[in-house]
């Protein structure tokens, strides 16, 4: 065999053990998944009351900050009862004043013995009335305050507007989502591991992140919670062995990765659901 071929053999023996080499180390120090994902405060806004939508201010994709308004309910309505209330309240908040002073002026005439008992009995409880009436038209008009507040549909956060179904002239109905918001306070990684591979999994174990969509990017990690139940358990129909045709399979255990060199402009780029592949430390 020439010079030449023994140095060519030599260097692919020797390439082989070190790729051998790379995967025995990769074993022994970490437990690696690709079945794992990029996780983020997602939540479908719906209006908390029932009228006709007058104006959607964002459009899907959209940035928007905490308090801003979203989506906009004719509030004409809201706005009346408020009204009417307020000037409720103005009446007999004038009656409960009025009430309170006779109410005061007999107690002291009461306590040296100007006046008879029952004088006092009639002043007391016609106080207590209007006391009553005062306070139950309060929380009335605070109720019809914050019924005409939440005809503007808000945005929770700092996020983005990543689905939209509402409409100009469409009815808002309590609780039928309107908007698909996605926050931009935070990202975190949710790792589906197998069971075998738990025991080397711990609370603060660190962990490398390799994101898909950016072309492997790595970012470092820390587990920060692990599941108590295998994902099958919390399924619609969750697997019953006792029915006689149980057969094993390996159950994979959800583990919460906390991202711990994010930067504020990764946000953008770690978009909820992205894949990723997930190696924790031993």
Known sequence: MSQKRKKILGGVIAL????????????????????????????????????????????????????????????????????????????????RKDAER?????????????????QFDTASASYAEVKAQYESLSAQVAQAQLNLENTKVRAPSDGIIARKSAQVGQLAAPGVPLLGFVSSDSRWVIANFKETDLEDIHIGSKATVDVDALGGKSYKGEVIAIS?????????????????????VVQRVPVKIKIVNMADSDLLLLRAGLSVIVKVRK
């Open 228 to 248: 108590p139940a295998t994902g099958a358990t919390f399924t619609l129909l969750p697997p019953d062995n006792a029915t006689g045709n149980f057969t094993k």
């Open 102 to 118: 006779n109410f005061r002026r007999l107690q002291e005439l009461y306590s040296k013995g100007a006046v008879s008992q029952a």
């Open 16 to 95: 082989l053990v070190l790729i051998a080499g790379f995967f025995v180390v990769e074993h022994l120090m970490y437990v690696s998944t690709d079945n794992a994902q990029i996780d983020a405060n997602t939540v479908m806004l719906a209006a908390k009351l029932s009228g006709y939508i007058t104006q959607v201010n964002v459009d899907e994709g959209q940035a928007v900050k905490k308090g801003d308004v979203l989506v906009e309910i004719d509030e004409r309505d809201y706005n009346n009862a408020y009204q009417q209330l307020s000037n409720q309240l103005v009446s007999v908040e004038a009656r």
